[in-house]
């Protein structure tokens, strides 16, 4: 007799549905990796090391990550032996993408390449067939991690501990932020909002490519790949022979290598398109602007100077200017929204009364007649007894620790730029190349 699901009868095509319950999963799960779940119509394509792509010209070397909607992996150009970052889609993220519409516009846009080389580049475009459907690959010039990745390893090499995050110091924070709005000043001169400006998307350029070989990487399969297994023991052509664990080619043990530069278009906006509030941005919750919370406003190039100035406060103070909880499933987005705008009024200043008219839930937290916030978690309008420290305080405060290299002047810029940023006011804020034209961005970032 045969051992149970030892029978060679092919299993069933997986729905395109990813499974409800652990009693519906066709693998033992593997951790560190995708998951494994996603290998089904519609989902991702099944990679080994080896692996050629668009008529033999990409061969995949490793893998270098991979996020819910793609894998990426390090290929080797076989026409000009550089190695390039090959992104796979999955095929339900294929058909619609809008990351290749915003890449195709920046490159064939006549409008300005000036800071280009701030935002990331593709090299070329493709599809492939697999068991899975159609999948859009994107080959990318090879960049190294995003700026908080390798500030944890900075961190941990500078205090030997991987919780406690050191900030960089003020000249490399200011290099990173100069580049982003570089960054920024492109997209926008060639009308392309980014929409999910966020420190997972700076990717820090890196030095040793060109002593970097395939042959590096011969015989690492065992030390780097989890077999991928059935539960019922058949054999899945859906899936790949093992999951790859993600390895960076070149051992980082240096600050971000400049120029910085912007990836991850798939949340753009070409303002070309026709306007529209119906869109939602994926960026993360506490760097929306108001209009974005409320969706007040026609979607432009403002909201990412608002992300902009949150991230700015952030890598000089060393701390969130608005520390919102993450959006988890079954959450309830308008608790979420309130606390973000009530942040708002407590940190960066007063809501105007703009925003109050178009905020349905403003009365519950505020009086009409004074807009004074109260707390209406007790019974009657209490007022708020621990409010947190506003902006300016907390500037100071990094300011007087000294630990972070800002003096009481650049203490002063930074309020006043930043005021002008996080104008509550879409229309208001400064442009990208407004803000760069701050004495703040002279003198001690480093080159």
């Not at 908080?148 to 290099?175: C, H, I, M, N, Q």
Request: glycine share 8%; charged share 25%; with cysteine.
């Amino acid at each position: 007799m045969s051992a149970p699901g030892s029978n060679t009868s092919p299993p069933p095509t997986p729905p395109p549905e990813m499974p409800a319950s652990f009693a519906e999963w066709r693998f033992r799960p593997i951790s560190r990796a995708e998951c494994v779940e996603a290998y089904r119509p519609g989902g991702y394509h099944p990679v080994h090391f080896g692996d050629f792509f668009h008529n033999r010209r990409y061969k995949v070397i490793n893998k270098l990550g991979y996020g819910q909607y793609s894998t990426v992996w390090l290929a080797r150009d076989t026409r000009s032996s550089e190695f390039v970052a090959l992104k796979i889609k999955t095929a339900k993220d294929s058909m619609e993408d809008r990351e290749i519409a915003v890449l195709n516009h920046l490159n064939t846009s006549r409008v300005s390449k000036l800071d280009s080389e701030h935002v990331i580049c593709l090299k070329d475009s493709f599809y492939h067939q697999g068991p899975n459907g159609n999948h859009l690959c994107l080959v990318f010039e090879l960049l190294g991690d995003d700026i908080y990745s390798v500030l944890e390893d900075y961190s941990y090499e500078t205090t030997g501990s991987d919780s406690t995050l050191t900030k960089f110091p003020k000249p490399v924070a200011k290099r990173i932020l100069k580049d982003v709005l570089l960054g920024l000043n492109f997209l926008h001169q060639n009308g392309v909002v980014h929409g999910d400006l966020q420190p997972g998307n700076f990717l820090s350029s890196i030095k040793g490519l060109d002593d970097l070989r395939s042959e590096d990487f011969d015989g690492r399969i065992e030390e780097t790949t989890v077999e991928v297994k059935r539960l019922d023991g058949k054999l899945d052509k859906w899936a790949p022979k093992y999951l790859a664990m993600p390895q960076f080619p070149v051992q980082i043990d240096q600050w971000p290598v400049f120029p910085i530069k912007i990836s991850d278009l798939g949340g753009g906006i070409l303002l070309s398109e026709p306007l529209t509030t119906a869109k939602t941005p994926v960026m993360p919750i506490g760097l929306r602007s108001p209009e974005v919370i409320l969706n007040s406003h026609p979607l432009d190039t403002y909201i990412d100077i608002w992300s902009f100035g949150c991230l700015m406060f952030e890598m000089l103070v060393g701390k969130k200017l608005l520390n919102v909880m993450p959006l988890m499933s079954g959450s309830n987005i308008d608790n979420h929204n309130d606390d973000n705008l009530l942040q708002m009024h407590e940190i960066i200043g007063p809501l105007s009364e703009n925003i109050h008219a178009k905020w349905p839930r403003s009365g519950k937290y505020f009086r009409p007649d004074s807009r004074e916030h109260y707390n209406s978690m007790v019974e009657g309008p209490e007022g708020i007894l621990d409010p947190a420290p506003n902006m300016e305080s907390m500037i100071r405060g990094a300011v007087s620790e000294g630990g972070g290299g800002l003096s009481e002047e650049e203490g002063g810029v930074i309020i006043s730029l930043l005021r002008e940023i996080l104008n509550y006011d879409p229309l208001e804020r400064p442009s990208a190349l407004e803000i760069l034209k701050s004495s703040f961005w002279d003198g001690d970032a480093v080159a």
